[in-house]
Every structure is written in C-alpha cells, then in structure tokens.
C-alpha cells in the first residue's frame, strides 16, 4: 500500500502550470455543456501547448499509481482543451419536413393534372360506320343495307400517325373518324388486325394531322396496389380521366372472336365503360402499361372491374402489323389446365406441386410430334368429373411453369414459330424432358 506522501509526490509531480490550466479549461467545457451555454476560455494568460498535457484521470487520489505507465499514455485531454474555446455547434435539423394534407392534396392534385395534360393529345376518340345488312324484308323505299354507329378510344402508337385500337371497335369499319382532344377530326384507315390479341392498328391518311406518340412502359414490372390511369372517350361525350389501382395480374381473358387466350392480363379499378375500348392504362408516370379491352359486368356498366390488354405483348404484335398487316404466333396444340392441391392429390403428387396439364394434345402438332402425354383418366373433385394423368409441364428452357397462364406468357413472349424449346415435366411422378419446336398458329 502506498503512503499519503507518495501519492502527494505523484499529484504534484503530474499537475504542472500548463497542465492545471488545461484541467481548468476541461471543466469549464463539462460544465458549460451540462448546462446548455457554450464554454468561455478559462481566465489567465493564453497557454499554448507545445506537448501533451497528461490524462485527466492521473490526477485522481483513487487512481493506482503507476507513473511509468502515465508517461506513456496516449493524451485525452488534447480534443476537450482546444474545443473549450469554441461555442457548441446548434443541433441539427430534420432532412425531412412534415407536410400538411393541404400539401400532400395539392401535390397529387398537380401530378394527376399533369398527366392528363401531357397524354390526352395522345388520345383518340373513333367514331366507326359499319354497315349492316338488314335482308329482303325491307320496307319499300328503304335501302337494303344499314349503318351502325359504334365508338371507342385509342392512342397514337408513333410520328407516322399509326394509332392503336381493340380491334372488336374497327372490325367490318365501312368508315373510321379520329377525333383528337383539340376537336380536329381525320378519316383513318385499317392497316392491320390481330384476333388474338385483341389489337387493331388504323393510320391517320391525312398526312398533316401527326398527334404526338404516348410514352410506353413495362407491363412486368407493375404490381399490384399501384396508380392505374385510365383515359378515354366513353360514350362518346368526350375524353376524361379516371383512376384507381392494379387490382390484380395474370388475369387470362378470351377475345370473342378466337380460339385462344390472352396471357398476363392487367385487372384494375380505374372506371372504364363502353366508348373507353381500345384507350390507354397508364402508370404513376404517364407511362402506357394496357390497353383497355373488357370490363367483367352483370349490367353492361363498369361495375369496378376493368381488364386491360398488357403492352408488353403489344409490342410484339403492333409492329408486325403495321409492317406485315398481322401477327404470327408460336403455338404447342395442347389444351390445358393450371395444377392446384387437388388435381395435385388426384395425381398423386406432392400438395405443393404446381404447373400445367396437359389434357388434351391436337393431332400432327407440336406437342404430339415432340412426344408430350395427355390425361388418360377421369377422376371426381368436388362432384365434377376431371381429366388427370397427363403430363404437368414445370418448366420451359430453365423459366419455371406454376399454371397455364405462365406457359401461354412464355411460349408468345420468348418463342417464334420454328424455335425448339425444352419442355421439364412430371411423367408419373418423375421428372423427365421433352424437346418442342413451335408450328405457327392456325388461322381462324
């Protein structure tokens, strides 16, 4: 145990004129900090250090002396020293400012505003004239034959004055008339048409009239719960704005006039009624994401569910059919169904297990030629009969397969027809591959 003396030998020793000033000065800053007011230099003559004063703590009565150990300690009064003679700095303000809901309001006022005034001059109104023939039964001094007048909306596509439709509004036109947001009027005519999709593309003739094209967007990358913009002419009362939400994705829908299906289709709740066909979906950009074709409806009126066509896929066939008039799809000849946890247990498969089954397989085709099995066996789910036993296709060329709706998106969107694709499947219960080179789709 070491003696009082000695620890008065080791405080002297250590608190030297310098040093006692810095320990003047370290306080005061404690102090000043503890009470919210910036530190005043310590009163007396200016003290510049040319070494480093010695810690504070060795100053401590209780601290062990160890005075070798003190002289080579690194200092830790030099900072709190120096800073003494600088006032604290004021804290710092938040980066981010709160806003009032008149502000939020007001800013998607100005967004909402915005894009309409940009896209409308993209946006068409078409009046069709189609004839109708109303047979030998006509009343005398009638003509045979009748016109009706249908309506719908669409959207310029490029500079050339090329504008995209449904093509359900243009079919048989004897006459078609755009009407732009500005009130002029131009006669288009049909340059080419696509059942399967659903798309038509009409051309202004007059060469003077070139509304400027809408911006496209990327369909894949849309989810659910976003902004969805609808634009139109419904009713034929002028064009007007309506928005809601993606409501879902994947939807599949079934053009009236053709055999297949239309994969990937966008459902949201952006009010849409009969004059909206054909007109743009658009994204929190402005940014052209579907193009509206159905609406699912007990009325005939929206009734909060709309079914939007996805650009992805037109941009496939829109400029096929400005070039080539139509569109040439790959296509398997299989009939089949998505794979849920009762076809699943019917197959004798693991609950999880996902794909398409294959029911049914057309003659001479490529399915058939690449040796792909149908269902061979009926079996009873829910008091309904089913096919099973077919092959369940999980995936195509490394992209996996979860329902038919995965295998109609792939096969149109990454296929042509000629390529050759390798097709994973569950052959009773086993996986094995099958190669598939894509025919051309028949006509209707």
Same mark, same amino acid.
């Given at each position: 145990?070491?003696?009082?003396?000695?620890?008065?030998?080791?405080?002297?020793?250590?608190?030297?004129?310098?040093?006692?000033?810095? #320990?003047?000065? /370290?306080?005061?800053? !404690?102090? =000043?900090?503890?009470?919210?007011?910036?530190?005043?230099?310590?009163?007396?003559?200016?003290?510049?250090?040319? %070494?480093?004063?010695?810690?504070?703590?060795?100053?401590?009565?209780?601290?062990?002396?160890?005075? @070798? =150990?003190? @002289?080579? &300690?690194?200092? &830790?009064? /030099?900072?709190?020293?120096?800073?003494?003679?600088?006032?604290?700095?004021?804290?710092?303000?938040?980066? #981010?400012?709160?806003?009032?809901?008149? &502000?939020?309001? =007001?800013?998607?006022?100005?967004?909402?505003?915005?894009?309409?005034?940009?896209?409308?001059?993209?946006? #068409?109104?078409?009046?069709? $004239?189609?004839?109708?023939?109303?047979?030998?039964?006509?009343?005398?001094?009638?003509?045979?034959?009748?016109?009706?007048?249908?309506?719908?909306?669409?959207? +310029?596509?490029?500079?050339?004055?090329?504008? +995209?439709?449904?093509?359900?509004?243009?079919?048989?036109? @004897?006459?078609? +008339? #755009?009407?732009?947001?500005?009130?002029?009027?131009?006669?288009?005519?049909?340059?080419?048409?696509?059942?399967?999709?659903?798309?038509?593309?009409?051309?202004? /003739?007059?060469?003077?009239?070139?509304?400027?094209?809408?911006?496209?967007?990327?369909?894949?990358? $849309?989810?659910?719960?976003?902004?969805? *913009?609808?634009?139109?002419?419904?009713?034929?009362?002028?064009?007007?704005?309506?928005?809601?939400?993606?409501?879902?994705?994947?939807? %599949?829908?079934?053009?009236?006039?053709?055999?297949?299906?239309?994969?990937?289709?966008?459902?949201?709740?952006?009010?849409?009624?009969?004059?909206?066909?054909?007109?743009?979906?658009?994204?929190?950009?402005?940014?052209?994401?579907?193009?509206?074709?159905?609406?699912?409806?007990?009325?005939?009126?929206?009734?909060?569910?709309?079914?939007?066509?996805? *650009?992805?896929?037109?941009?496939?066939? $829109?400029?096929?059919?400005?070039?080539?008039?139509?569109?040439?799809?790959?296509?398997?000849?299989?009939?089949?169904?998505? +794979?849920?946890?009762?076809?699943?247990?019917?197959?004798?498969?693991?609950?999880?297990?996902?794909?398409?089954?294959?029911?049914?397989?057309? /003659?001479?085709?490529?399915?058939?030629?690449?040796?792909?099995?149908?269902?061979?066996?009926?079996?009873? !789910?829910?008091?309904?009969?089913?096919?099973?036993?077919?092959?369940?296709?999980?995936?195509?060329?490394?992209?996996? $397969?979860?329902?038919?709706?995965?295998?109609?998106?792939?096969?149109?969107?990454?296929?042509?027809?000629?390529?050759?694709?390798?097709?994973?499947?569950?052959?009773?219960?086993?996986?094995?591959?099958?190669?598939?080179?894509?025919?051309?789709?028949?006509?209707?």
């Amino acid at each position: 145990m070491e003696s009082k003396s000695h620890r008065y030998r080791l405080f002297r020793a250590t608190l030297t004129p310098g040093s006692f000033l810095t #320990v003047l000065a /370290t306080a005061a800053l !404690i102090l =000043a900090l503890a009470c919210g007011q910036p530190s005043e230099p310590a009163a007396g003559p200016t003290v510049v250090e040319l %070494t480093p004063p010695p810690p504070i703590n060795t100053v401590a009565p209780a601290a062990p002396a160890q005075p @070798e =150990a003190a @002289e080579t &300690q690194e200092p &830790q009064a /030099t900072e709190p020293a120096l800073a003494a003679a600088e006032p604290t700095p004021a804290p710092a303000q938040p980066l #981010v400012q709160e806003l009032t809901a008149d &502000q939020i309001t =007001a800013a998607h006022d100005a967004i909402m505003s915005g894009m309409y005034e940009r896209a409308v001059p993209s946006v #068409v109104g078409l009046r069709v $004239i189609q004839p109708v023939t109303v047979g030998v039964n006509v009343p005398q001094g009638m003509p045979n034959d009748l016109f009706s007048r249908a309506s719908g909306s669409g959207f +310029v596509w490029d500079d050339q004055g090329h504008v +995209v439709t449904n093509r359900h509004v243009v079919e048989s036109a @004897e006459r078609i +008339v #755009v009407v732009l947001s500005d009130g002029t009027q131009a006669d288009a005519e049909i340059v080419g048409q696509d059942p399967d999709s659903d798309l038509a593309v009409i051309k202004i /003739t007059d060469d003077s009239v070139r509304p400027p094209p809408l911006t496209l967007g990327d369909s894949d990358t $849309i989810r659910p719960g976003q902004l969805a *913009v609808a634009i139109g002419d419904p009713f034929s009362r002028g064009f007007s704005m309506t928005s809601g939400v993606i409501s879902a994705l994947g939807r %599949t829908i079934s053009p009236s006039e053709s055999n297949f299906a239309i994969p990937r289709v966008i459902q949201h709740d952006a009010a849409t009624n009969p004059g909206n066909s054909g007109g743009p979906l658009l994204n929190r950009k402005g940014e052209l994401v579907g193009i509206n074709a159905q609406i699912i409806s007990q009325t005939g009126a929206f009734s909060g569910v709309g079914l939007a066509i996805p *650009v992805n896929l037109a941009k496939l066939v $829109i400029p096929a059919l400005i070039t080539e008039g139509h569109y040439e799809y790959p296509y398997i000849g299989i009939r089949g169904t998505s +794979v849920g946890p009762d076809i699943a247990m019917a197959m004798e498969l693991p609950p999880d297990t996902r794909g398409a089954l294959v029911l049914a397989i057309g /003659t001479d085709s490529a399915a058939s030629r690449g040796g792909l099995r149908a269902s061979d066996r009926l079996t009873v !789910i829910d008091g309904t009969e089913v096919p099973i036993g077919g092959d369940v296709i999980i995936d195509i060329d490394g992209t996996a $397969i979860r329902s038919m709706d995965d295998l109609l998106a792939y096969v149109v969107e990454h296929t042509r027809p000629g390529d050759t694709s390798v097709f994973t499947v569950l052959r009773d219960g086993a996986e094995t591959t099958v190669n598939i080179t894509m025919d051309a789709r028949p006509t209707q």
